[in-house]
């Protein structure tokens, strides 16, 4: 389990034949869980600030390609606070940038969403993009958009979204577990 409130940017070292490499600073024992923007991974081994991943053909499937720096955040522990929402680091589906425009100190980013994932989304509602928690501040019938603060343009790889760029998404936990309950075949 995850907040979605990134700790870290690493950068990718090597990423052959489902092996992850990742230069880091946060401190993870062989088993923990990390993150790796919006990927629930866990340590194979931490090689003096070098996190190694394996990494699934499943995961590969859904999830965009990694590139060369990631944001990072470690499993939530009991007692830490939930700064953003809970987070699984299951990836639903991969969003493109439909646009990015400056918006006074931060940035509005629009992505296309696919239509199968675009339910589970409301204004104001919760929705981790490449690992980082985020509201949604619009939605249309193609996608959202989501308003970027200053500090989340800096700490994460967010700040560097361009049009057409391809992004991990993963819907409000939540959202999913309500649609099911309310499924009258269940």
Not at 52 to 81: I, Q
Not at 129 to 150: I, K, N, P, Y
């Amino acid at each position: 389990m995850f907040t979605g409130i990134v700790q870290e940017r690493g950068r990718v070292s090597s990423f052959e034949d489902g092996r992850l490499v990742v230069e880091s600073g946060i401190r993870a024992g062989v088993g923990d869980s990390v993150a790796v923007d919006g990927v629930c991974l866990t340590v194979s081994r931490n090689d003096d600030g070098k996190l190694e991943f394996d990494v699934m053909v499943e995961t590969e499937r859904r999830a965009k390609a990694f590139g060369a720096e990631v944001n990072l955040e470690s499993a939530l522990r009991a007692g830490e606070p939930l700064g953003g929402h809970y987070v699984q680091g299951h990836v639903d589906a991969v969003g493109t940038v439909r646009s990015v425009e400056d918006e006074g100190d931060g940035r509005r980013v629009w992505f296309d969403v696919p239509a199968d994932v675009l339910r589970y989304l409301v204004e104001k509602g919760s929705v981790t993009v490449d690992g980082v928690s985020l509201t949604v501040a619009e939605l249309d019938e193609s996608g959202f958009a989501v308003a970027l603060v200053q500090h989340t343009l800096e700490v994460t790889t967010l700040g560097r979204l361009a049009q057409a760029a391809t992004v991990n998404l993963e819907m409000d936990v939540l959202a999913k577990y309500v649609e099911r309950l309310l499924r009258s075949d269940v």
